[in-house]
T-cell receptor, first 111, second 117 residues
Framework: RKEVEQDPGPFNVPEGATVAFNCTYSNSASQSFFWYRQDCRKEPKLLMSVYSSGNEDGRFTAQLNRASQYISLLIRDSKLSDSATYLCVVNMRGSASKIIFGSGTRLSIRP | GAVVSQHPSRVICKSGTSVKIECRSLDFQATTMFWYRQFPKQSLMLMATSNEGSKATYEQGVEKDKFLINHASLTLSTLTVTSAHPEDSSFYIC?????????????FGPGTRLTVL
């Protein structure tokens, strides 16, 4: 089983729709979580951190479920510019501190 | 947010030559930097973790003698692809770890596109 798993998509949704995707992680020692966005042929950019209490930034909401070991990203009122690959990132602290990337979920917003 | 630069952004070289890529954290100190490789339509693959003042830690399957990493200061890590071959052509991205804030965060450089002829 992969340490971090994401549905690769693509998710193809109309502009204005709400879309959500999940990411599961296997190591319960994971301590911090992030969503990154990567545009084609560009480097990943931090979209938001994911806190235990959940967090919201404009149209984006991230949630963490430690019991079931997954994080989610919800995008409301999607825009054409939201088309990108969304990477789930999990950080394990401690002696084997390591940051693990999911393989990404491709999102395509159509007019 | 924090800024990480990478140089060069693009390089084309002949097979057998060595290529050096620099990664700099511009407004924070990074004791740890990471080097990733990404082939077209694939995910980022961690190659190695670069630790300031000590040897890099390589992921399984990554040859340390082929991908030389030097992290000589708190703001600079270099990756040298020695005797590059066409199969080394890829997008190489570095990231620097900012542990100063409440949340340990990685910031990525813009990437270096390497083409080996």
């Amino acid at each position: 089983r992969k340490e971090v798993e994401q549905d690769p998509g693509p998710f193809n949704v109309p502009e204005g729709a709400t879309v959500a995707f999940n990411c599961t992680y296997s190591n319960s020692a994971s301590q911090s979580f992030f969503w990154y966005r990567q545009d084609c042929r560009k480097e990943p950019k931090l979209l938001m951190s994911v806190y235990s209490s959940g967090n919201e930034d404009g149209r984006f909401t991230a949630q963490l479920n430690r019991a079931s070991q997954y994080i989610s990203l919800l995008i409301r009122d999607s825009k054409l510019s939201d088309s990108a690959t969304y990477l789930c990132v999990v950080n394990m602290r401690g002696s084997a501190s390591k940051i693990i990337f999911g393989s990404g979920t491709r999102l395509s917003i159509r007019p | 947010g924090a800024v990480v630069s990478q140089h060069p952004s693009r390089v084309i070289c002949k097979s057998g030559t060595s290529v050096k890529i620099e990664c700099r954290s511009l407004d924070f100190q990074a004791t740890t930097m990471f080097w990733y490789r990404q082939f077209p339509k694939q995910s980022l693959m961690l190659m190695a973790t670069s630790n300031e003042g000590s040897k890099a830690t390589y992921e399984q399957g990554v040859e340390k003698d082929k991908f030389l990493i030097n992290h000589a200061s708190l703001t600079l890590s270099t990756l040298t692809v020695t005797s590059a071959h066409p199969e080394d052509s890829s997008f190489y991205i570095c990231s620097a770890r900012d542990q100063a804030g409440k949340v340990d965060t990685q910031y990525f450089g813009p990437g270096t596109r390497l083409t080996v002829l």
